[in-house]
């Protein structure tokens, strides 16, 4: 398959419409379901099921499609584990949403093979004349036997959290070594963190023990989320930071960048990290108090000012070799393995190339660079994009008075007005629904149906509103109207808007649009463009993304045969799984992390116990596998 093809409208999955009664029987479903669940067969699925493993009967994130692969690789993979006491709960629900329902019913089983584990799945059901049928099935590791907690954890104790942020927990009291701790979740152990005590000069750092059972690769919340997971089991980990201060990696973004995304969908792992005293959109300011909070009430084992310049492997000993360079000291560090959370959306930025760049008398910048437009009042701003983060800094621009802000859009965009996205989430992300819970519903969907409920959606509240997008069509603006989230998150890594009111600010005029051609030249004093008009300009910001794939990072630190063995990140498989994402890559101890808030924090669980499964010698088993229809 070509890189980068959208996969998810191919893929044979369609919502269930035969009306749900008010009245259902959970009980009788559950005592009918139980003693099937341990032989389902293709009569027990609709034709088009749909079925996605996370982690529990796999090993790995599959979904599999058709009632006939379904149930082979149902009927083979429980055989293989051994999977036993199945069990239907009765606390179904019933879901509507909008044509579709059906309704959802939780089980429970164990499985015998080693390593044993604890599973948790949910059956999407139908009525059908023979009865009962699912449409959609989702399994879920929830716990190694006798292995600790990944949802669990103990915070260290007040007296303890002295913690100086541009170092990370070295200096907090007590923080000497948490290798042996047989789980992260006895008080008197977690308060130990993994390593180092505080290094105060160069002997110090060059005689403290360095190696750990597990490196995490960068410390926004891919990398928090899994460090604090990996505690939680009792894995010896330590979290490098390039950043000076816990939370910088937000920090460092432009000063009014803000979440487009509410509130209650932004924690980390273990606890509310962002109550209501926060508000509901949160800046970056926020996220790095919130972190900060989180590190020191956890004892989360994280080094700042610390940079990974390169690594080997070697596969004798199974020992990943580091070069760090820490408080500008290098050093060498070792550990059985590395998780990459260095960010989905890639670390090189990307900026078109035009003729003549010499001639321009004025600025021009990468996103990444860009902090304020407060300088630049009464002058000419040109935002190169228009998806999210081009949208901010048009803003800015608009709000710093310069005298004139104009977005160059080189393709059409999606844009999403944030009510329609995040009444939703609102819905199942919130005070009175556990985290962990909405995480568990929300998130194990296969990605080919919820592409198709936020289709159903988002589509439906657009067809509402069209004098909304018919006006920002009218200034100029090319709209994807009936665009796809799923393919702008997952395939794209961005290049929508999710609308927080500066649409309306374009539609009236405040902020201009150029998108009748291209820019091919500067000039003195502006762009040219290749159907001969010209756009004067005192500044250009390049809002134009990065590229997204990590696998070009790791080929930087590792080298070409490391890079080609992890393969790629992000972007969509046949199956519509992520490439690369929280599952085993082609490197036996390597994982790469990354994504949306929810997803760091949801898909760090599953990371971390991998690595405890390999670390007790009982790895999870993959199933490769792909029965045929």
Known sequence: MPPNTYTLPDLPVSLPTSPIPDDVDFEALAISFTPVLSKLDTPHFVGDATWRDVFALTGTLRTFYGSISISSAWASTTEFSQSTKFAAQPSGRIVRVGEASWVDLPFTFKTNRTPRVSCSGVLGLTPHEEGWKIWCLRTVLESLEDAGDVDSLNGVPDNA?????????????????????????????????????????????????TDFDCVVVGGGQAGLSTGGRLQALGISYVILD????????????????????????????????????????????????????????????????TALLSGSWDANKHLWNLCIRRHEQESQLSCSYIVFAAGAGGQVPYMPVYANREVFQGLTLHSVEYKSAAPWASK???????????????????????????????????????????????????????????????????????????????????????????????????????????????????????????????AKGLIKIKSDSLPISYTENGLQFSNGSHLRADVIVFATGFVGNLKLVVEDLFGSEIANEVGDFWGLDPEGELKGAYKPTGHPAFWYHGGSLGQARYFSRFIALQVKAKLLGTPLHVYEDTPRE
Do not use: C
């Not at 950043?243 to 980390?268: C, F, M, N, Q």
């Open 161 to 209: 959290k002295t913690l100086d942020y541009s170092i990370g927990v070295d200096s907090v009291s007590g923080a000497k070594n948490v290798n042996d701790l047989g789980d992260g979740n006895d008080s008197a152990k977690a308060s130990n963190a993994n390593g180092t005590g505080k290094i105060d000069d160069a002997d110090d750092f060059a005689r403290s023990e």
């Open 242 to 305: 390039k950043h000076p201060e816990v939370g910088d990696s937000w920090k460092a973004r432009y000063d009014s960048a803000r979440l487009h995304t509410i509130r209650e969908y932004s924690h980390l792992p273990f606890d509310r990290t962002f109550p209501e005293s926060y508000q509901e959109f949160l800046t970056t300011g926020d996220l790095a108090k919130g972190y900060r909070d989180w590190v020191a009430k956890y004892g989360i084992n994280i080094w700042q000012s």
């Open 380 to 506: 000419y701003g040109v935002v190169v994009g228009t998806a999210n983060t081009a949208h901010d800094i048009a803003e800015d621009m608009l709000q710093a008075g310069m005298k004139s802000v104009t977005m160059i859009q080189r393709s059409k965009t999606f844009v999403v007005p944030q009510e329609y996205h995040n009444d939703g989430q609102r819905r199942i992300y919130n005070s009175q629904i556990p985290t962990a819970v909405t995480d568990r519903n929300f998130m194990i969907s296969p990605y080919a149906v919820s592409r198709l409920l936020a289709n159903m959606t988002l589509h439906g509240r657009t067809r509402q509103e069209t004098e909304r997008f018919d006006a920002l069509e009218k200034v100029g603006f090319k709209l994807d109207r009936y665009g796809e989230l799923m393919q702008n998150l997952y395939e794209r890594s961005g290049g929508h808007y999710m609308d927080i009111g500066t649409s309306a600010k374009i």
